[in-house]
């Protein structure tokens, strides 16, 4: 028993984490998919919906309509929208980094909601 | 409202996703498994002083190197470097955090990186030192004596408070991310620092009173490089050993050793805690109480709850401490076995420190790089060439992310058990005393890992 202890733990442990590799790494998504978002921002205060989501690697379009001239800045991809009262202004771009990115009325540095990518 | 970019320490935004819950119940699952396994199949090791005698190798080729004085002039030039880059940039440079070099070298290259890589490699501060560095290179010119002498009483209390209030700046006053605030505080430390060493001797004060010489002694024991000294302190050999065993050999004991040790692990925990949801909601809670009071109410709030935990985390300590003992049926020196079992919490600390500045660490350090060609936020063009440079996210998918965290904090814990199980082999004596004191300890380190998954697991939330 005694030579074959650090080999039992090392095995139980490596059995683990590839169990865990394979539940992480399977659950991703190969993304691709096309995305399209349309918020409407009032008053630089609010925007609805305030939560996008999309996946890894997915084209997301988004549209964004605000009642007052300004930009919405979309942190971690650094993408300004230059809004212009009662007109709809239009970014695509490819969702390549996960996490949570917040969504600014930059002016202010106003919360608006975030963006999910998952 | 769920806004996520979160600060560490009031400074640099991370997006990352937390962990999901199924993923939190299957490490969680894991640990309790893995320790059940770990604890049957090493039922019946070694006792006494056998237990926690650890294979090492030795390293010619590296022993000309640690004996030459190029390693400790190197580290100090960089630390010297480092400690005038952080006043000058602090001082006289954007009081933007994420625009001011400073930030980025006291909190992610000092304090989550050195920590990181001291525990990966061993005790890099040794060679960093710059309060150190300065001390030996003055002394080479002039003679400077100690004039009084620290009583022997005030064992390491002093860097005991000093720590303590060095993690009250990072995580409760809110100015961590003021970048004159932290030059300043920087400053003092130094000029504090080396008034202490001239006035109470160097190594006294750098070991009894340095928060981060003793930090780091800590830390450093974790790592894998090894140097064995004569009685004069030369080295005589350089050994490299599996990571976590220098945490068995002999420490100095004492409740403010002790103390130190779960301080590190309550402040951590807390900068965890701050990021969470539940604090959130706690300090709306409790607005009544201290919004009157404005900021300084906020940060009494913080630093009651930080000073609280720390009692908390103690007295668990304790409470588990007394299990074991009383398992371990034997009379055993209580101040020395407290003290040897609280070192076998740190790989649990410095694991959960990697996993939690994860993150931080592979983006959010990059950023430095573009600031290098205006350190001081003058307009200048220094390095045009870097001026432009993107932080790359290759490392912090969320998949990526959560697999490192997941093996971080199951090799951390593995580690823990297994030195636990030691130290307890060394104590009790016997294999069967040394297997039911155990249990207790293995209860507490469960505790403790869940709680970090937990915290890893929470949704981050604004502010912090």
């Known amino acids: 028993m005694n030579r074959y202890r650090v080999p039992i733990v090392a095995a139980v442990v490596v059995v683990f984490l590839a169990i865990g590799a394979f539940l992480i790494f399977a659950n991703q998504t190969k993304g691709g998919a096309k995305v399209t978002i349309n918020a409407t921002v009032s008053k630089g205060t ?6 996008w989501t999309a996946h890894h690697n997915d084209i997301v379009t988004v549209n964004i309509t605000s009642d007052m001239d300004g930009e919405v800045h979309l942190h971690g991809y650094d993408i300004p929208f230059e809004t212009k009262a009662g007109q709809v202004v239009t970014k695509t771009f490819t969702a390549d980094k996960t996490g949570d990115f917040p969504i600014e009325w930059e002016s202010t540095s106003t919360p608006l909601g975030h963006l999910v990518v998952s | 409202m769920l806004a996520t970019a979160i600060f560490l320490h009031g400074f640099g ?3 990352d996703l937390p962990a999901s819950l199924w993923l939190y119940l299957f490490a969680a699952g894991g640990v309790v498994v893995i320790s059940f396994v770990l604890v049957v199949v090493f039922a019946g090791e070694q006792v ?5 005698r650890y294979p090492r190798r030795e390293l010619k080729l590296l022993l ?6 190029w390693p400790r002039v190197i580290g100090g030039l960089i ?3 480092g400690l005038a880059t952080i006043i000058v940039t602090g001082l006289f440079g954007s009081s933007r955090p994420e625009l001011n070099p400073a930030e980025f070298l006291i909190w992610i290259y000092f304090w989550a990186g050195t ?3 001291s525990g990966l490699v061993g005790n890099l501060w040794y060679l960093l030192n710059p309060f150190a560095a300065i001390y030996d290179a003055v002394t080479k010119l002039v003679r400077l004596g100690p004039v009084w002498k620290l009583p022997q009483r005030l064992g390491i209390w002093p860097a005991v408070l000093i720590y303590y209030s060095f993690a009250c700046l990072e995580l409760t006053t809110g100015m961590a991310n003021r970048p004159y605030i932290a030059a300043t505080a920087a400053l003092a430390y130094a000029s504090l620092t080396l008034a202490g060493m001239i006035l109470f001797g160097r190594d006294e004060w750098l070991q009894r009173c340095e928060a981060f010489t003793v930090l780091f002694d800590i830390v450093g024991r974790f790592g894998p490089v090894e140097a064995g000294r004569d009685e004069t ?3 005589t050999a350089v050994y490299v050993r599996p990571w976590g065993v220098g945490l068995l050999k002999p420490a100095p004991s004492g409740w403010d050793r002790v103390v130190f040790v779960i301080l590190m692990l309550s402040s951590l925990a807390f900068d965890g805690i701050e990021g969470t949801r539940s604090w959130a909601d706690f300090t709306i809670a409790t607005e009544p109480y201290w919004l009157p009071q404005g900021a300084f109410g906020f940060f009494l709030l913080k630093t009651v709850s930080v000073t609280l ?3 908390a985390f103690l007295l668990i300590f304790i409470a588990f401490m007394e299990m074991v003992i009383y398992f371990g049926k034997r009379r055993v020196d209580l101040m020395s076995t407290v003290s040897g079992f609280a070192l076998t919490l740190v790989p649990i600390a410095l694991v959960y420190n990697a996993a939690h500045n994860y993150y931080y660490a592979v983006v959010t350090a990059q950023a430095l790089i573009p600031l290098l060609d205006d350190p001081l936020a003058k307009g200048w063009h220094l390095l045009p060439a870097v001026a432009a440079y993107k932080p790359s996210f290759a490392l912090a998918q969320a998949s990526t992310v959560w697999f490192a965290q997941i093996v971080l904090i199951v090799v951390g814990h593995v580690i823990a058990v297994y030195l636990a199980h030691l130290r307890a082999g060394e104590r009790f004596r016997t294999a069967q005393n040394a297997l039911l004191s155990q249990y207790p300890m293995l209860v507490l380190m469960v505790m403790y890992t869940m709680t970090s998954l937990w915290i890893l697991a929470q949704p981050v939330t604004s502010g912090g």
């Open chain 2, 13 to 15: 935004t991370r997006y």
């Open chain 2, 233 to 235: 302190g030369r080295i």
């Open chain 2, 79 to 81: 630390g010297v470097l």
């Open chain 2, 115 to 117: 920590v990181i890589v």
């Open chain 2, 309 to 311: 935990l720390t009692v």
């Open chain 2, 48 to 52: 006494g002083e056998k237990a926690i």
């Open chain 1, 46 to 51: 609010s925007m609805s919906p305030g939560t």
């Open chain 2, 64 to 69: 000309s190197i640690a004996r030459s004085p």
